[in-house]
């Protein structure tokens, strides 16, 4: 057993040495060969590329597609008409009975009570007749696309 832990021992040794010597001459070359050192404007983009791609990631990951749904709930919030059912971000859902675009504030009707509400247009959340106008028009043109042509010969 001692044989074998004497053999091992020294297999490790060599192979450290060899080891040891193949580091020392990677070494040499490589301060033999040394290049000149690179400019500093080279070192100030290398140093910025990174937080500049992540700038831009960040952008059209996150804040980009934030913009266009503020954008687009803006254009609703101003589109509203007279007899849109919709939803406010209280969760009240209503009938819109007038528009006061001087003011910027809606009166919804609610319930069969016909209870009467005054609200700004920024807290209405969802125009509900516009969203159900527009999936409909979906579904007839995906209607219009899967139903085969009939040609007449």
Not at 3 to 8: A, D, F, I, R, Y
Not at 41 to 60: D, E, G
Not at 89 to 94: A, F, K, L
């Given at each position: 057993m001692n044989?074998?832990?004497?053999?091992?021992?020294?297999?490790?040794?060599?192979?450290?040495?060899?080891t040891a010597m193949c580091t020392v001459t990677a070494f040499a070359e490589e301060a033999a060969a040394a290049p000149e050192q690179p400019s500093t404007?080279?070192?100030?983009?290398?140093?910025?590329?990174?937080?500049?791609?992540?700038?831009?990631?960040?952008?059209?990951i996150m804040i980009r597609p934030q913009r266009k749904a503020?954008?687009?709930t803006r254009e609703m919030q101003n589109s509203l008409q007279?007899?849109?059912e919709v939803i406010t971000?209280?969760?009240?859902?209503?009938i819109v009975l007038r528009v006061e675009e001087n003011t910027k504030t809606v009166v919804l009707?609610?319930?069969s009570d016909r209870l009467k509400i005054r609200?700004?247009?920024?807290?209405?959340?969802?125009?509900?007749?516009?969203?159900?106008a527009k999936e409909a028009e979906k579904a007839e043109k995906l209607k219009a696309r899967t139903q085969p042509k009939i040609t007449k010969e």
């Open positions: 044989k074998k832990l004497v053999k091992t021992l020294a297999a490790l040794t060599s192979v450290s040495a060899m404007a080279s070192m100030l983009i290398s140093t910025l590329a990174l937080p500049m791609i992540l700038l831009f990631a960040l952008y059209f503020e954008k687009e007279i007899g849109d971000i209280g969760g009240i859902v209503g009707e609610t319930g609200m700004m247009q920024d807290a209405i959340k969802e125009n509900v007749t516009a969203r159900e």
